[in-house]
């Protein structure tokens, strides 16, 4: 036994329910949808069918969880799906070169398995397989914090709970158990002491994050590699190339990321994987991984009418009016030779690791999901190539729970840097001076949400209220809002969602004092109120009484 290798899906996008489709909006869970989540199953029941146990971890945060679940989201992508199918015949129509033709009958045939699959085999409901598979063994499941809030840059310790007890509780809801390992938001870690805070840089004394996470029952989480090895971090988000990049200083090295290590609370230890660099660049890194290979489609050329892309990479330096014909068999050829490529990297690893330390080591390979089908439209394929190539070669897939019940002899402990996976490896990415201004209102939001909880169980009303303000709370947590904006890739949308959520907590915290003074609502707020409750309708089970828990 050479080792262990854990792949680490993380799924997650942020509430997109009827805040608009085309290019920002709805259009993004549709497309995450057909290329990436229904696929993944497929994958993964293609391994089952070949007797291979993948045991992959899949994190989906609580915030797509409810999105997945939500029919109205699910209607429309069944239609979204038919509608795809009706342009790409009409793209059959339309164009005649072979080639062309062969790459678009070819998108056919994908998206009608995705729709038939998503139809017949999952019965709608992918969170129900999820789960079976789960049951069953083949995958573990893990969550997040509620919204994907970016926990280090919050200013109270309740709201960093509330964003946990959300994140457990949806859990819960939906697989009847409780999480054994959490995805924190973009790998955003702070240790006890002294968080230097935005907008400003003022300072407030917080107790570190495994604090909180092992007050909630987690075992572990997953930190980015530098954190662990010392040295600079390496973007993992295709940042724009004019985007300036912040200067990161060199960390010291404090262990390797081969292996577990453990931060000591008092509710109990909490274990930390650091996921491995040298497999997370070359899985996810467009220049000098995988997904940049000449075969693959392309990405960014699409078909006018349809959005389709039926066009290989060809060459990085072509414009995009001078892409090939995507062939899918010359694709797959570079998937295979990908896969042996990695397996043989992932040996290697292990092979030294246990050379130098005697142990039996984890490869730790974590990713965003979308990454596999979506943006790597070959990704799934190559997934599926990988667990297909690791029998015999005396490395097994394992799940990080698996691995901590079965092969820590020893415990490792360690003090950890803050950091994350963002632009130089820091918080820059989530706070600048694109984004700054963000915070001010979220920090005023979470002051007056400890007010406003105070009144939870006085009435029905004000019940109804105070829910549905911690529900827009949550979403205006998001970090998709700051990352967006720093990135520039979806123009004003997230500073308008960012706006609308801080607008409605404001409303809405206005309408409790006003109940709680003996005042009655007008009607138009009471419409109002109804509008908010059918919009942002997320998370059935909210604590707020969570905000002023000791």
């Known amino acids: 036994m050479k080792g262990f290798l854990s792949i680490v899906l993380h799924m997650h996008l942020p509430y997109v329910r009827k805040t608009g489709e085309w290019p920002f909006g709805e259009t993004w869970f549709f497309e995450a949808m057909a290329e990436t989540y229904v696929p993944l199953l497929m994958g993964v029941d293609e391994l089952v069918k070949a007797g291979i146990n993948p045991k992959i971890t899949v994190n989906i945060t609580p915030v797509l969880l409810e999105q997945l679940a939500d029919d109205y989201l699910n209607h429309k992508f069944e239609e979204y799906l038919e509608n795809k199918l009706s342009l790409i015949e009409k793209d059959l129509e339309k164009y005649h070169d072979k080639n062309l033709r062969n790459a678009i009958k070819y998108m056919h045939d994908f998206y009608q398995k995705v729709k038939n699959a998503y139809v017949e085999r999952y019965k709608r409901d992918i969170i129900g397989r999820f789960k079976q598979l789960q049951e069953d063994g083949y995958i573990e499941v893990i969550t997040s914090a509620a919204t994907h809030a970016y926990l280090p840059l919050l200013s109270e310790e309740k709201a960093i709970k509330a964003q946990l007890d959300t994140g457990v509780k949806t859990y819960r809801k939906f697989f009847d158990r409780k999480p054994r390992g959490i995805w924190l938001p973009e790998m955003a870690y702070r240790p006890t002491g002294v968080w230097v805070l935005p907008p400003d840089g003022w300072k407030a004394y917080r107790r570190g994050l495994e604090y909180f996470l092992a007050q909630y029952g987690y075992e572990y989480f997953f930190i980015e590699y530098h954190m662990l090895e010392g040295g600079k971090h390496v973007a993992t988000y295709p940042f724009p190339s004019d985007l300036k990049y912040p200067i990161s200083e060199e960390r010291k090295h404090i262990g390797e990321t081969l292996r577990p290590y453990f931060l000591s609370t008092d509710y109990g230890d909490v274990a930390v994987f650091a996921r491995n660099k040298a497999v997370s660049v070359q899985v996810w890194s467009a220049d000098w991984g995988y997904p940049g290979d000449y075969w693959y489609r392309e990405f960014h050329r699409v078909a006018p009418e349809s959005g389709m892309k039926y066009w290989r990479i060809t060459d990085k330096s072509l414009p995009m009016g001078e892409k090939m014909p995507y062939e899918p068999s010359k694709a797959m050829e570079r998937v295979l030779a990908h896969a042996e490529h990695f397996v043989g990297l992932v040996e290697g690893l292990l092979a030294n690791f246990s050379k130098k330390t005697g142990e039996t080591g984890i490869v730790v390979g974590a990713y965003d999901a979308e990454l596999f089908g979506h943006w790597w439209f070959e990704g799934?394929?190559?997934?599926?190539?990988?667990?297909?190539?690791?029998?015999?070669?005396?490395?097994?897939?394992?799940?990080?729970?698996?691995?901590?019940?079965?092969?820590?002899?020893?415990?490792?402990?360690?003090?950890?840097?803050?950091?994350?996976?963002?632009?130089?490896?820091?918080?820059?990415?989530?706070?600048?001076?694109?984004?700054?201004?963000?915070?001010?209102?979220?920090?005023?939001?979470?002051?007056?949400?400890?007010?406003?909880?105070?009144?939870?169980?006085?009435?029905?009303?004000?019940?109804?209220?105070?829910?549905?303000?911690?529900?827009?709370?949550?979403?205006?947590?998001?970090?998709?809002?700051?990352?967006?904006?720093?990135?520039?890739?979806?123009?004003?949308?997230?500073?308008?969602?960012?706006?609308?959520?801080?607008?409605?907590?404001?409303?809405?915290?206005?309408?409790?004092?006003?109940?709680?003074?003996?005042?009655?609502?007008?009607?138009?707020?009471?419409?109002?109120?109804?509008?908010?409750?059918?919009?942002?309708?997320?998370?059935?089970?909210?604590?707020?009484?969570?905000?002023?828990?000791?």
Do not use: C
């Not at 490395?395 to 729970?401: D, E």
């Not at 019940?405 to 820059?428: A, C, M, N, R, T």
């Open 380 to 550: 799934i394929d190559w997934l599926v190539a990988v667990y297909k190539k690791l029998p015999n070669t005396g490395v097994s897939p394992i799940t990080p729970s698996e691995y901590l019940d079965k092969h820590v002899e020893v415990k490792y402990y360690v003090k950890l840097p803050e950091g994350s996976w963002g632009l130089g490896g820091g918080h820059w990415t989530w706070w600048n001076d694109v984004n700054k201004w963000t915070w001010r209102d979220v920090h005023k939001a979470e002051r007056k949400m400890k007010r406003i909880s105070k009144l939870y169980g006085k009435s029905d009303l004000l019940d109804r209220v105070i829910r549905q303000a911690m529900r827009e709370l949550h979403l205006l947590e998001s970090s998709d809002w700051q990352f967006l904006m720093t990135t520039g890739t979806a123009g004003d949308y997230p500073i308008k969602r960012f706006k609308e959520h801080a607008a409605r907590f404001n409303f809405l915290s206005d309408l409790v004092l006003k109940i709680a003074n003996g005042e009655s609502l007008e009607n138009k707020e009471i419409d109002e109120l109804r509008r908010i409750e059918e919009l942002d309708n997320v998370f059935s089970d909210l604590n707020p009484r969570v905000y002023n828990e000791h």
